[in-house]
């Protein structure tokens, strides 16, 4: 499957963003799809995940509670709405995809998309 996100910007501290990935092929259903982000200077992080119907999901520790992936398959699309937005939560934000119809969430993904950048001013 081919991604692409979109949807970020420059937020003030507080604030929120929703990004979007879109999906191309036809069996984005049988996806497993995560949001990862990477920092300036840093490694990339997982931030969340979704399985493949949207019915359950996992987050980083440092997002639990502010960020919300969501799916629509008809649309074949992904989301992160982000919530109360700090600083750290700056970098490029990347979707990635996996084929995988359990609910293991975690591990590496196979299809990766170009990120969109989310800067958080304080």
């Known amino acids: 499957v081919q991604l692409q996100a979109s949807g970020g910007g420059l937020v003030q501290a507080g604030g929120s963003l929703r990004l979007s990935c879109a999906a191309s092929g036809r069996t984005f259903d049988e996806y497993a799809m995560a949001w990862f982000r990477q920092a300036p200077g840093k490694e990339r992080e997982f931030v969340g995940a979704t399985n493949w119907s949207g019915s359950f999901a996992t987050y980083a520790d440092s997002v639990k509670g502010r960020f919300t992936i969501s799916r629509d398959n008809a649309k074949t699309a992904v989301y992160l709405q982000m919530n109360g937005l700090k600083a750290e939560d700056t970098g490029v934000y990347y979707c990635?995809?996996?084929?995988?119809?359990?609910?293991?969430?975690?591990?590496?993904?196979?299809?990766w998309g170009k990120g969109t950048l989310v800067t958080v001013s304080s």
């Open positions: 990635a995809g996996r084929r995988d119809t359990s609910f293991r969430l975690f591990g590496e993904y196979d299809d």
